[in-house]
């Protein structure tokens, strides 16, 4: 101390205690001004400092809270103020899951009472260093704690297949918004980045077994896939085969509605012409009906006039002779 003492007097001007001469020292005034301006250079010096783009600092004032440091160049009176600098922007991980950690923290039970093994990663950063610094005494052990806590909750919700199979997208966003709800009313100053997950399986002891349930499963759902896919090919003949006999009986009535229709026209238009000229057209209706019956047979014509006193009847076989003149 004394030591320090006698080069502040030189400093300032006076004389040290060796080299004779005793006395107080004597101060000029261009020793003082020059300590003062050393002074106040040394607590400037003290008093600025920097923060990087991805930082930001908590300025205390006596120990309390003062005001929160921007990226750049910032002033804190030293010794009043005192700051600390917090990486807002680094992403933190925190791994939670049997493969991560070695204890059965990822063991969970499903809604369904079954067990899943799950190992996750909760990837955050810190979005007001206020509240990071001062309301929580140890924020990776309370993020590890609330992500462990709001897994349970979630999977206790959920049953095991959608778990293991399709509804780890969903899990995870839910997961994510459960974690920062909690943090949030917690004041934590944290924030929620995303949540990965890196396995979601059975036990290690009966993963062997589900393993096969799974394949039976999807020998089953292999069997009915094809089980559909014969039933509606079978369906569908059956609604074409359908669909055709509909068709043709359509068809049939057409057919049969018209013939009708074209009968009875054609017998109003006989009873027309029978109106007008009964005997004319009873005759014409005989012959034509003979036409049609006699037409398409074998005739012999006897003509019983030509008969003479013998009883012999002539027979001329027309039938035979055209036939045999065709040949």
């Known amino acids: 101390m004394r030591k320090g003492q006698e080069q502040l007097r030189v400093l300032m001007g006076g004389r040290g205690n060796g080299g004779g001469g005793g006395g107080a ?36 004032f006596l120990g309390r809270y003062l005001e929160t440091g921007q990226p750049g160049l910032n002033f804190a009176p030293w010794p009043v103020v005192s700051y600390e600098v917090i990486p ?12 991560r950690i ?18 996750f990663q909760v990837v955050w950063n810190i979005n007001d260093p206020a509240k990071f610094l001062f309301n929580l005494r140890d924020p990776r052990t309370t993020i ?28 995870a966003s839910q997961l994510k918004d459960l974690i920062q709800s909690t943090l949030d009313s917690y004041d934590s100053g944290m924030n929620v980045v995303r949540v ?54 359509e068809g049939y009535r057409a057919q049969v509605v018209n013939e009708a229709e074209g009968e009875a026209s054609r017998f109003s238009a006989v009873l027309q012409e029978y109106q007008k000229a009964p005997e004319v057209t009873r005759k014409r209706l005989y012959l034509e009906t003979m036409e049609e019956v006699l037409g398409g047979i074998d005739k012999i014509i006897l003509d019983e006039g030509a008969q003479g006193s013998s009883g012999v009847v002539p027979y001329l076989p027309l039938n035979e002779l055209r036939r045999s003149g065709g040949n």
């Open 88 to 99: 807002v922007t680094r992403e933190n991980t925190e791994d939670i899951g049997v493969g």
């Open 102 to 119: 070695g204890g059965d923290a990822g063991l969970m039970l499903t809604g369904d009472e079954n067990i899943v093994d799950i190992d």
């Open 196 to 249: 990965n997950f890196d396995k979601a399986d059975p036990p290690q002891e009966v993963i062997d077994s589900f393993r096969e349930v799974q394949a039976a499963e999807q020998e089953r759902d292999r069997l009915e896939k094809q089980a559909d896919a014969y039933a509606n090919r079978v369906v569908a003949g059956a609604r074409g085969e359908a669909a055709q006999l509909l068709e043709e009986a």
């Open 25 to 60: 020292p004597k101060l000029t005034k261009g020793g003082i001004v020059l300590g003062l301006l050393a002074a106040i250079g040394i607590w400037l010096f003290s008093s600025f400092y920097t923060v990087k783009p991805e930082e930001q600092s908590v300025e205390l």
């Open 144 to 171: 590890r704690a609330v992500s462990e806590s709001a897994m349970r909750e979630i999977i206790a919700q959920s049953e095991l297949a959608p778990i293991l199979n399709r509804d780890r997208g969903a899990i």
